[in-house]
């Protein structure tokens, strides 16, 4: 069974920093791409930045500049730094991976729990 663990959230002022992890564990046996989405309330699910197996990385327009999207392979592992937070950039923040699992024949898609992001002063 493949899992998702997030962490690093928290409540932050604007302008500050925070750094999201979120590790894969289970019978992995590739990874194509990891990634962080997030969702404010009433508001559709958006794609925040996604990194591929290549090390190709895109980004939400809102974010570029701002936040960084980072991946370690060995330990399956994807980063999201985000810095100079604005208040619009409340949301819950949920880590995305599309990957094929040790018993599996085609890749789909796993999600983590969420991670609420507050930024206020």
């Known amino acids: 069974q493949v899992q998702l663990v997030e962490s690093g959230g928290g409540l932050v002022q604007p302008g500050g920093s925070l750094r999201l992890s979120c590790a894969a564990s289970g019978s992995i046996f590739s990874i194509n791409a990891m990634g962080w989405y997030r969702q404010a309330p009433g508001k559709q699910r958006e794609l925040v930045a996604r990194i591929i197996s290549g090390g190709s990385t895109n980004y939400q327009d809102s974010v570029k500049g701002r936040f960084t999207i980072s991946r370690d392979n060995a330990k399956n592992t994807v980063y999201l730094q985000m810095n100079s937070l604005k208040v619009e950039d409340t949301a819950v923040y949920y880590c995305?991976?599309?990957?094929?699992?040790?018993?599996?024949?085609?890749?789909?898609?796993?999600w983590g729990q969420g991670t609420q992001v507050t930024v206020s002063s």
């Open positions: 995305n991976m599309r990957a094929r699992s040790s018993g599996g024949i085609y890749e789909r898609t796993y």
